[in-house]
């Protein structure tokens, strides 16, 4: 018995308590390292960099190469194509003149449109019940029509109204009169439905703008006195332009490829071009596709045009601005740019 409580004495002295087993850790003074075991704790040269494995990412890169290497090839190899002939009339007279045609309806239609969608947004979000009525009926109309009934109705509007006239309503007093046949022409045609279907989508597209934008900060302006007319331009369209830019421009975009629909009055705008060369010389496919390459052509400088339009309102969302396509390429070049080691930069052997 004495012996065995020796033992357990003798180990209780000797076993140090938790406490001052981590006495010298936490306790201990601080000691300052010296330059070279601070490089040590710092260097990390010695270890090994392992990339992270993601099989599956190039299986599917692998996969989409193939695809497009051999859409290419196709397009390369196949004589049914006949580059020659789309080269030949890409920039030929009538097709350039076509394609200024459809230009001039898009911005003409566009412009117009979106103005007009404007005035009937604010009329859809107006407190008069007659604005309302009258926006709300507006947009149904022409969202419920096909573009291409609209542009055959307005053509043929001369068959339900001999002459069109402007006045005061209910008496015969006039200020302009006019046969319709005369005043609505296949332009005149083209652009009124063109117009008005757009106004329809654009009232939408804006209502939806305007009431994305939190109705508290309209309240706050409106506690700080500040006017209304200036509150809608500096407060609300900034901020709704975030959210009515992107489809506004499909909109646009959709608006440049609907101009074909106006082939119907056989105005000479750039399908409606096509299909009479095409109907000349039988050569279908690549008039088509220079039909095509046009609407690429400017739909890809629309998407330009609304990556940079789109930047400048995203100024209040975001801290920092992306950066552009050639801010991109030059900060490229300029980190992978080889380093120069002569000039006034150097001052090797220098004291």
């Not at 001369?158 to 009169?177: M, N």
């Amino acid at each position: 018995m004495s012996s065995a409580a020796t033992r357990t004495a003798q180990s209780a002295t000797e076993t140090p308590s938790p406490t001052e087993a981590q006495a010298p850790e936490t306790q201990a003074p601080a000691v300052p390292a010296g330059p070279a075991d601070l490089r040590a704790a710092v260097d990390y040269a010695d270890y090994r960099l392992v990339p992270a494995r993601r099989p599956w990412r190039w299986v599917g890169t692998v996969l989409v190469a193939l695809g497009v290497a051999a859409v290419a090839w196709s397009l390369a190899t196949n004589p049914r194509w006949e580059w020659g002939v789309v080269a030949q009339w890409f920039t030929a007279k009538s097709v350039v003149n076509g394609l200024v045609e459809t230009l001039k309806l898009t911005a003409i239609s566009g412009v117009l449109g979106f103005v007009l969608g404007f005035i009937l947004a604010l009329m859809r979000l107006s407190a008069s019940p007659l604005l309302v009525s009258v926006s709300w009926t507006f947009s149904w109309i022409f969202r419920s029509t096909p573009l291409l009934v609209q542009m055959l109705l307005w053509y043929n509007l001369g068959y339900l109204y001999e002459k069109i006239s402007l006045g005061i309503p209910f008496t015969d007093i006039r200020f302009f009169e006019a046969q319709t046949t005369t005043l609505i022409s296949q332009f005149a045609a083209a652009v009124l439905g063109l117009t008005l279907n757009q106004a329809a989508y654009s009232a939408e597209i804006i209502r939806g703008g305007i009431l994305s934008v939190d109705q508290g900060q309209l309240e706050a302006a409106a506690a700080l006195g500040i006017p209304a007319w200036r509150r809608s331009t500096r407060i609300v369209l900034p901020q709704a332009m975030r959210a009515i830019l992107p489809t506004a421009f499909n909109e646009i975009i959709g608006l440049v490829k609907g101009t074909s629909i106006v082939y119907v009055l056989a105005y000479s705008e750039l399908f409606y071009t096509v299909q009479v060369i095409y109907n000349r010389t039988q050569q279908v496919l690549p008039l088509l596709l220079v039909a095509t390459l046009w609407y690429v052509v400017i739909t890809s400088v629309l998407s330009v045009f609304q990556y940079y339009i789109e930047r400048h309102y995203s100024k209040g969302a975001l801290r920092t601005l992306p950066l552009t396509p050639l801010q991109k390429a030059r900060k490229f070049f300029a980190t992978h740019a080889p380093a120069s080691t002569t000039g006034p930069a150097s001052t090797t052997g220098r004291k």
